[in-house]
């Protein structure tokens, strides 16, 4: 079972690594590069994500002080639904302002 956990303390580092690159550079994956039109939230999203999946594996090798089982739900379900909202947030299309609208006036 420990295999798991590691494959998953793994990911959380991947998805750390990509939400500070996305932060930094700009840089989105590929396979979402379509999709994101606000990078910035794509990459605090990535990091919230990523931090939660870590820090329960951690938990679970016991890397850091023990805390209770509630805080460690609660805390790494709140950080994960943050990185997720934050990232479907940065998929939404980007509202036109009525400045740009079409030039015919139609």
Sequence with gaps: MAWVVGTGALLGLLAIASGIVTLQKGWIPPMARRHVTRPQLHGFGAVFTGTSVLLQSLFHFRVVPRVSWET???????????GLLLIACSQLPLRRSRDHADPSGV
Excluded: E, K, P
């Design 72 to 82: 460690r739900f609660f805390a790494g379900n709140a950080l994960l639904f943050a």
